[in-house]
């Protein structure tokens, strides 16, 4: 899966700038509120479930939580909160997919227009670029399980990939597939688990240091955006790349 080594080092990086910024509960709750339209246990609804894991991990206090979960179930104070995903080409002709949840439509893509063109990128029509990418499932687990032992629950749970990402390991599973995946680790016992669904390019394209500064460029001012989530990209970072911070 050629990149996505690269990819997963910069979304750490992102994590990190995140928590700096003080966005990650922000982005949590909204996450909590609008999964939770599709039911308020999360028993039941795996994607709140994956999102209260997100919220426990950022030690967000309970009361926010069950606001949220209020706020999205309908039990609580309405709200407008919907999700768009932005299609475009940033530099070099890169695919970028921003997904974002927003209560002011005209707002964010008046931002999310902004910043394609700010930084030599173009904001593209519905389905220019969303082909390229595929919701996926993804767990890292620390190295205090051996290999052996998650390859037999990879394949008794029906789970596409077992990746060796040097720090730590990475299961690739279908989106439907992840929870199936999840509570099989829990019922092995296995502890330290990051979860998340995302979405991946099928195919990648190769760039230079240059057009990759540019390309992070884009990327990290569109995380700033108030209503963005995700950003993601098809772009293939070179081996020796070294991210700035």
């Known amino acids: 899966m050629a990149g996505h080594s690269k990819w997963a080092n910069i979304k750490h990086r992102k994590a990190r700038q995140d928590a700096s910024r ?56 309405t709200g407008a909160l919907e999700e768009i995903i932005f299609e475009g080409y940033g530099p ?7 997904e974002t949840m927003t209560d002011n439509r005209n707002r964010t893509v008046s931002d999310v227009r902004h910043a394609f063109s700010k930084f030599g990128g173009n904001l593209g029509t519905d389905g220019s670029v969303s ?29 596409d990939d077992l990746v060796d990402e040097g720090e730590y390991f990475e299961i690739i599973s279908s989106s439907s597939n992840l929870s199936n995946v999840l509570e099989s680790l829990k019922s092995n016992s296995i ?11 099928e195919t990648s394209v190769a760039i230079d240091q240059e057009m990759s500064e540019k390309v992070l460029k884009i990327m990290d001012f569109m995380d700033e955006l108030d209503d963005v989530q995700e950003v993601h990209t098809n772009a293939e970072f070179p081996d020796n790349f070294e991210l700035k911070e």
Do not use: Q
Request: aromatic share 2%; charged share 30%; proline share 4%.
């Open 22 to 77: 003080g966005k990650v509960w922000t982005k949590v709750i909204r996450e909590i509120t609008v999964a939770a339209k599709g039911g308020p246990d999360p028993d039941d609804n795996p994607r709140l479930r994956l999102a209260l894991d997100k919220a426990n991990a950022a030690n967000m206090p309970k009361d926010n939580i069950k606001r949220a979960i209020e706020k999205g179930s309908g039990t609580g104070e």
């Open 92 to 98: 070099g002709g890169v695919a970028i997919l921003v």
């Open 131 to 159: 082909y390229l990418f595929n919701k996926i499932g993804i767990i890292h687990i620390s190295k205090v399980t051996s290999e052996e032992e998650l390859m037999d629950i990879v394949l008794e749970s029906g789970a």
């Open 191 to 201: 502890e330290n688990i990051n979860a998340e669904l995302t979405l991946r390019a």
